[in-house]
């Protein structure tokens, strides 16, 4: 059978899990009754991560739900982990530290049946660090609230469920303009993509629509015309000209190919 991509749920953190959840509700719509999986593989300590989750999904119908988490890498091939992933309409990869997703279930039986889940068309949904692990290069660490200093990024290869697309999240409740900047003039390929809290992307095929509370902000470096990346001293602000930049609020629409916005419409509800 010929893979159809299943949706991707890209939520930049802090999410509504009590009032009109619409995000949550969005993707209790897209799961259709099937099963989820709540990966809190990003946490360190993930006490209380499910239930607060189980708890809120209730209240939206879905009801057929497990944890998954390893604490060990080992645990990624381990057959008791896989299991949980059997019959799973959709995984959402809660918040916590990215880097630890990507090292603990990278190239492992887990992230590639995850990878089979989402080619089959099942949903992958992902908040805060569960957002940020989906691009191919990640966003690990860097400052916010200030400009961009030379040097002072780090990033990581993620699971690669989007591509040419590096994620940001707690976007401008962190005021974090700068590092996305930075990330994107080391490879202006990249569209670099800013997630507000409690706002959404919801990618299906070359398609985001934003939904939620915030705004989505969309970083496209492919004209620029100078940078200092690559030559200039550690510790001095970057500078990058000829950047186009996208703000995009809900309804509002980016096709990826064509690295385009398209407006949506005034009353999206």
Do not use: W
């Amino acid at each position: 059978m010929a893979d159809r991509m299943g949706p991707l749920l890209i939520i930049g953190g802090h999410e509504d899990r009590e009032g009109d959840k619409v995000i949550l509700s969005t993707l209790a719509r897209l799961l259709d009754g099937g099963k989820l999986v709540l990966a809190t593989v990003a946490s360190h300590q993930p006490d209380g991560y499910f239930d607060a989750y189980e708890k809120a999904f209730a209240a939206l119908g879905v009801t057929d739900m497990v944890e998954l988490y390893v604490h060990e890498r080992s645990d990624g091939s381990d057959p008791g982990t896989l299991e949980k992933l059997e019959g799973a309409a959709g995984v959402f990869f809660t918040g916590g530290d990215q880097l630890r997703i990507s090292s603990q279930i990278g190239d492992t039986p887990v992230e590639h049946r995850i990878h089979e889940i989402h080619r089959a068309g099942g949903l992958i949904a992902g908040t805060s660090a569960g957002a940020a692990v989906m691009s191919e290069t990640m966003l690990v660490k860097g400052p916010s609230a200030e400009s961009y200093r030379i040097g002072e990024l780090h990033m990581a290869p993620g699971l690669g469920l989007i591509r040419d697309v590096i994620i940001d999240q707690h976007f401008a409740e962190r005021g974090r303009y700068g590092r996305l900047l930075g990330a994107v003039a080391h490879n202006p390929r990249l569209l670099g993509v800013g997630i507000d809290e409690d706002t959404a992307l919801l990618v299906q095929g070359d398609e985001g629509r934003v939904i939620g509370a915030g705004a989505v902000y969309v970083v496209d470096g492919e004209e620029a015309s100078h940078s200092n990346i690559a030559e200039a001293r550690a510790e001095r602000p970057l500078s990058i000209f000829d950047v186009r930049m996208h703000v995009l609020s809900c309804g509002d629409r980016f096709h990826f190919t064509r690295r385009r916005p398209e407006a949506g419409p005034d009353d999206p509800a």
